[in-house]
């Protein structure tokens, strides 16, 4: 008996000085890794605010494929949450502060046979000149029991969960940019176009550059009409003058309609002109300026197809139905492209687009 009082004495000894042992190790942790995502900062802070979209990129599914979800009614913004449930460990997620498109702070659970584990998360959105630096964040203080066995088993809890970390950033990147990629063209036929009145400035560009011409010469359109009081009456559009397919080429006007004809100076490099009303084929790109030239080419293969021919001297045109500013995600502007065409009713052609230098 005396033996079995002394073993029982001897492992209480080492309980307690085991105990004593891992209370005083420092249990504390921070752990947070980077991302530079190229896409504007809304995206990216949609995506980290709304639980649904963490089933595509979160990191604890490539941790066990069979892991499944479950959300409550508000998935999204302060007060959101979702919980997952395991082969080895469940763990839910919710978020108690929301600052709009630049930070979010969150609190983890996870659950295992030994032991529950509770942390701070905390997400920053910075704005640069290739897109988001988003940067993800978990830190807290491990219990008595985690780091008794973090030194028993020899877990490496950081190294772990830094590798999660970053490999939920990766593919919330790759998430992102294939979101950004999504497009679709439509070619709805054809219509009849108002025509009227707009200001323009027109330049010499390759294909491929379109759309950088296009951003930079469509502010001083609009520069121009504000600091001029010139009514705007519609929505920005290119207007092709010329458009060489095999050379690469186009020479394109950036436009703004407005509501009557305005005479300029003679220096202005800021012009009016005006459309006339037409017979057009209409087709409507959704997705990145990028995809636009496809656009054009599907609505010129359409316009063979069913017989119908150009009008002599015309140009086609382009309107940019949203404002870029207003929907961040290119996967959601609206492109409609206007191909005036020959009238077939009437067996005359429909006019061009005329230039008036003022």
Known sequence: MKIIKYLFFLLLLVFIGGALYFATKDGSFQIEKSELIEAPVPVVFKKVNDYKSWENWGPWKKEDSTMIFNYPEKTSGEGAGYSWNGKEWDGSLKTVEVIPN?????????????SQREADVYWRFEKNDKGTEVTWGMQG???????AYFSIF??????????????????LRKNVEKELEVYTINVDGVTQ??????????????LDAIPQKITKLLPTVASYMEQNTITRAGSPMTIYNSYDKTGNTAI??????????????????VLCGFMPAQ?????????????????IEESMTYLTKNGYERADDSNFFAIYVNDRENVPNPADWLTEIYIPIKSQEEGVETSGIEMQMQ
Do not use: C, W
């Not at 020899?154 to 593919?171: A, E, P, Q, W, Y």
């Not at 108002?194 to 560009?205: D, E, I, L, N, V």
């Not at 057009?280 to 636009?292: A, D, M, Q, R």
């Open 102 to 114: 630049q930070s979010i702070k969150q609190t983890i659970n996870f659950e295992t046979a030994a």
């Open 141 to 147: 203080e491990h219990s008595l029991v985690d780091k």
């Open 154 to 171: 020899n877990v490496d809890f950081d190294t772990d969960m830094r590798k999660m970390i970053t490999d939920g950033l990766t593919d």
């Open 193 to 206: 176009y108002g025509g009227g009145y707009y200001m323009y400035r027109t330049t010499a560009t390759s």
């Open 252 to 269: 394109i006007s950036a436009a703004m309609p407005t509501t009557t004809r305005v005479i300029v100076p003679d220096d202005s490099s």
């Open 279 to 295: 017979t057009v084929i209409k087709s409507t790109l959704k997705g990145n300026y990028k995809n636009l030239n496809e656009a």
